[in-house]
């Protein structure tokens, strides 16, 4: 098991810029993926970008360009830095984790962050 903490949310003008983090309570080496998730009022959770162990990371269509995930294991964190902010960004964000045994796949959340893009 895991626990993900997520911290960075908060409230920005449009065009602004926000950088979430998300912490692990123990190594995520071995996580083989690690993600952001988003959740709008009245909508469903959606993909945001994903990180795998090796290889590239993934974004949606809408944020590419715009937000850049990171990850790194030694400090059991991944961060999502997120420029040129709009209002159909605002959502709750949530860490997201998939790890994959010999035996079984578990798959892990973070409690969610804020965030809110307006005028």
């Known amino acids: 098991q895991v626990q993900l903490v997520e911290s960075g949310g908060g409230w920005v003008q449009p065009g602004g810029s926000l950088t979430l983090s998300c912490t692990a309570s123990r190594s995520i080496s071995s996580i083989n993926v690690m993600g952001w998730y988003r959740q709008a009022p009245g909508k469903q959770r959606e993909l945001v970008a994903i990180?795998?162990?090796?290889?590239?990371?993934n974004y949606r269509d809408s944020v590419k360009g715009r937000f850049t995930m990171s990850r790194d294991n030694a400090k059991k964190t991944v961060t999502l830095q997120m420029n040129s902010l709009r209002p159909e960004d605002t959502a709750v964000y949530y860490c997201n984790g998939v790890e994959t045994t010999s035996s079984s796949t578990y798959m892990y959340w973070g409690q969610g962050t804020q965030v809110t893009v307006s005028s």
């Open positions: 990180i795998p162990i090796t290889g590239r990371t």
